[in-house]
């Protein structure tokens, strides 16, 4: 089992910048994909950014530029930097963590609301 728990949601301005903590805690060698996704009010839940074990990255369109997902060596965080943000980015964000490479994430965590203020 792996349990996950964000932290550094909250409220910023437009254009503003906060940094997302996800720690891993518990069987973190069976991880081998971490992501990052959020849920606006009325919206489905949809992906922002994921790294692997070896670091390999990829971003929605939506936050490419602006959002940059890391991670801690050995693999127990995971960052998610995210700056010039907009209104639209408000949401409440989750951790996600999976075993394999490819399809549904397998950990999920509570989520950290992201407020951000025009």
């Known amino acids: 089992q792996v349990q996950l728990v964000e932290s550094g949601g909250g409220l910023v301005q437009a254009g503003g910048s906060l940094r997302l903590s996800c720690a891993a805690f518990?069987?973190?060698?069976?991880?081998?994909?971490m992501a990052w996704y959020r849920q606006a009010p009325g919206k489905q839940r949809e992906l922002v950014a994921a790294?692997?074990?070896?670091?390999?990255?990829n971003y929605a369109d939506f936050v490419k530029g602006r959002f940059t997902i890391s991670r801690d060596n050995p693999w127990n965080t995971v960052y998610l930097q995210m700056n010039s943000l907009k209104p639209e980015d408000t949401a409440v964000y989750y951790c996600a963590a999976g075993r394999l490479y490819v399809g549904a994430y397998d950990y999920w965590g509570q989520g950290t609301q992201v407020t951000v203020s025009s």
């Open positions: 790294i692997t074990r070896s670091g390999r990255s």
């Open positions: 518990g069987s973190i060698f069976s991880i081998n994909r």
